[in-house]
């Protein structure tokens, strides 16, 4: 690796440095250079436009510099598929609030340990910093030290620019500043980590099947579901967060990806919320059909069409009034008003179950919210999802990004004058996300809206 390969990353500065010192480095970068589709929004309506003007350059440099050879300085053992060194030692004397062992992952996916060993005799910190697979090689670890700065673990190594702090949940949460990465993690005991190693371990949401009363084909449909349950004995207000498209439609793999955001729940589960991402028909491991406006050629994709799109959005919010219903049985939920977000097509969907039963619900938080592309698509298809919050006559918070190659801030605007219309009040919020075109990415970029959320998950307390 040139010094001209590893000045492009900060990432990959400290991989090279740390592979010519001889730690154990595979020679890919820890986290991956770009965004992984299983994210579930990255592609949310037009995959082959962000592919080529963000993805792309990204995977080029990650794999320009990539090394081939792998130095092992110690035995290392796997948990699921990422690799720790063996003889690890927690210091229970003198340590910082910091130590142990966190399990969880980077953007909602790759899997990430971080072990906080003990401080040393000159007050730094020993860290062990590892990754599971990414998008360009397996996984990896090094050892590191670190300082705490007021309540934040910092890496002595300027080049390595990750930073972590406990929320009020007592997870960790950890912020690459120099770009849109954030990990989650959760403490956990060495012992019966290494005792069943498995991927199990770096699920921060229980994973559950829903049991509808949906049904097709004559067998009933279970909606798979990620459920993030606050601490305390229950039950808990809802919050139940929608995810988008697949992107064009185009490709049935994508069907799989599994939607969650950790930040997002841990963000609400703050705040007292048991958050529930359900994954809708034929998604994400859910029954059944997935039949959100198709083309009337499928492989084509979805419809632009409103005849064909939406009757598609009908579908969605069916489902997503039958995972309420699922999750309204459980003891842990409260009978009591219901938190509806989303993102993308998701963010409509929110606003659709909100209108379909206003006076169960407690608010709206609307992430990047369309059904259809501002272009093309036939142009009454946004307006038309838009209205349908009405009977809602609460705040709907919208946090749109601007540089969206989606939707324009302008077209977004004219979309949710549509909600202020029928009788709900819009609160608008547009950030902007670093980079180009990455305005429908803005929900992965926690630190441009958590004030603002937090902010408003206070307001709507009393409605809950």
């Given at each position: 690796m040139t010094k001209r390969m590893a000045a492009r990353s900060p990432y990959l500065r400290v991989l090279a440095r740390r592979q010519m010192s001889g730690s154990m480095l595979s020679g890919k970068a820890l986290i991956a250079s770009g965004r992984n589709l299983c994210c579930n929004v990255s592609m949310q309506d037009q995959p082959g436009i962000i592919w080529k003007l963000v993805m792309g350059p990204l995977f080029a440099v990650a794999t320009a510099i990539s090394v081939a050879s792998q130095v092992r300085a110690e035995n290392t053992i796997l948990i699921g598929d990422v690799p720790l060194p063996s003889g690890i030692e927690i210091n229970e004397e003198g340590n910082s609030l910091f130590a142990g062992v966190w399990v969880g992952r980077?953007?909602?996916?790759?899997h990430h340990v971080l072990v906080v060993e003990g401080v040393d005799e000159s007050g730094l910190i020993d860290v062990i910093y590892s990754v599971g697979r990414g998008q360009q090689g397996g996984g990896n670890w090094f050892r590191a030290k670190a300082r705490q700065e007021n309540e934040t673990l910092v890496f002595t190594d300027d080049g390595f620019a990750a930073r972590y702090t406990i929320s009020?949940?007592?997870?960790?949460?950890?912020?690459?500043?120099?770009?849109?990465?954030?990990?989650?993690?959760?403490?956990?005991?060495?012992?019966?980590?290494?005792?069943?190693?498995?991927?199990?371990?770096?699920?921060?949401?229980?994973?559950?099947?829903?049991?509808?009363?949906?049904?097709?084909?004559?067998?009933?449909?279970?909606?798979?579901?990620?459920?993030?349950?606050?601490?305390?004995?229950?039950?808990?207000?809802?919050?139940?967060?929608?995810?988008?498209?697949?992107?064009?439609?185009?490709?049935?793999?994508?069907?799989?990806?599994?939607?969650?955001n950790d930040w997002f729940a841990d963000v609400l589960n703050a705040h007292g919320w048991i958050v529930a991402f359900p994954q809708r028909r034929g998604r994400g491991g859910s029954d059944g059909l997935y039949d959100e406006g198709f083309s009337e050629d499928r492989p084509q994709g979805y419809s632009t069409e409103a005849r064909l799109s939406l009757p598609g959005a009908d579908r969605a919010l069916i489902d997503a009034n039958a995972a309420l219903a699922a999750l309204r049985e459980r003891p842990d939920v409260s009978d009591g008003a219901v938190l509806f977000s989303g993102v993308s097509r998701g963010g409509v969907v929110a606003l659709m179950q909100a209108g379909d039963q206003p006076e169960n619900t407690a608010g709206v938080i609307n992430f990047v919210g369309g059904w259809m592309t501002e272009s093309p698509g036939d142009p009454e298809i946004n307006p038309t999802v838009f209205r349908r919050v009405?009977?809602?006559?609460?705040?709907?918070?919208?946090?749109?990004?601007?540089?969206?190659?989606?939707?324009?801030?302008?077209?977004?605007?004219?979309?949710?004058?549509?909600?202020?219309?029928?009788?709900?009040?819009?609160?608008?919020?547009?950030?902007?996300?670093?980079?180009?075109?990455?305005?429908?990415?803005?929900?992965?970029?926690?630190?441009?809206?958590?004030?603002?959320?937090?902010?408003?998950?206070?307001?709507?307390?009393?409605?809950?």
């Open positions: 980077w953007d909602s996916w790759r009020d949940t007592g997870r960790l949460r950890g912020i690459y500043p120099t770009e849109d990465r954030f990990a989650v993690l959760e403490r956990q005991d060495l012992s019966a980590v290494l005792a069943t190693p498995t991927d199990d371990w770096f699920q921060l949401g229980l994973r559950q099947s829903l049991m509808t009363d949906l049904v097709e084909g004559g067998e009933t449909i279970e909606l798979a579901a990620a459920l993030y349950v606050p601490d305390g004995d229950g039950p808990f207000p809802l919050a139940l967060i929608h995810h988008g498209s697949t992107g064009s439609g185009k490709n049935p793999r994508d069907f799989e990806w599994f939607f969650t009405e009977g809602f006559e609460g705040v709907v918070l919208s946090i749109y990004g601007e540089d969206d190659p989606l939707y324009s801030i302008d077209y977004s605007r004219s979309n949710l004058a549509q909600i202020e219309e029928v009788g709900a009040e819009s609160e608008f919020h547009v950030v902007s996300v670093p980079g180009f075109n990455r305005g429908h990415w803005v929900m992965w970029w926690p630190l441009l809206w958590e004030e603002v959320v937090s902010d408003y998950l206070q307001r709507i307390e009393s409605r809950r």
